[in-house]
């Protein structure tokens, strides 16, 4: 009866440990599956986890599992591209940057394009000790006529947009002479403005042309290439009374050729004034871009015009 009892509790015994056993191995199994389960976010073979990769630390598990939390109260800024990100305070002083950046580029560009214009001449733009210039490139008997001027870090920039107009019938020259029909090559500075009816605006001194207002070109004058308001006696046999021409002298400038040290028969009554066709020798642009010449040229800044 004993030996019964004594077999009876050994198979208990045996039992519980195999039921331990299989308990044991069951829980195992369970709690090492997550380390072969593989990334379903990205298909590529090379960024696939493979057991060894996976997190199998507390730390690691204890991550993943703020990661998968619910999701915040407030919504992060969405981007569905990078042009479309929120930019940060480091970005906006970069475009603040940028932006002084292309202001220079933009003054650098109207540097180089006197610079271009200026090539093949023998002229560099170093050298302009004045403050405004008007460049009047010439083709034919045709101009492209800009406006350029120096700013405080000694740049030239380009002040207004350019305009299109004309020259002498017969085009430029280095040799002028009194009726060629030709406008006279070089750099000369910008004289008296002129007007007939309404004064325009402008920083150059003016000149308001009258009945009595005349330029003289007759070389054997004692006033020649210069203007003269006369009324009785006339020292000349030839000269432009300058209200007859009353369209192109509504609105211009003087340029001062052949005006400091006066050489008779090199040519006379160069001016900037209003036209549309070609002329005897000046420079000629619809009237309101003459206007806008005037408006921006300022005595005080030395003003200079180039023909070339």
Known sequence: MLNIRLIKQTAIIIGAIALCTVGYFTAQHFLQKPEVIKSTENTNASDTKTPTQSATSKQELAATAVATASPPTETPYAATNKSEEKPSMEQKNNEDVDKSASVSDNQQKDSNAL??????????????????????????????????????????????????GYIGRNGVTSNKYEGDGCTPLGLYTVGEGFFIDNSPPTKLDLFKITQNTYWVDDPSSIYYNQRVEATDTKQWDSAEHMIDYYSNYKYGFVINYNTSTIIAGDGSAIFFHCGTTPTAGCVSLPESDVLQFLSALDKNKNPHILII
Do not use: H, R
Not at 132 to 145: R, S
């Open 115 to 164: 610079k271009e214009l200026l090539n093949g001449t023998c002229y560099n733009s170093n050298d302009f000790m004045f403050e405004q210039l008007v460049v009047v490139d010439t083709y034919g008997n045709n101009a492209q006529v800009s406006f350029y001027q120096k700013d405080s870090d000694g740049s030239w920039k380009e002040g207004l947009p350019i305009a299109y």
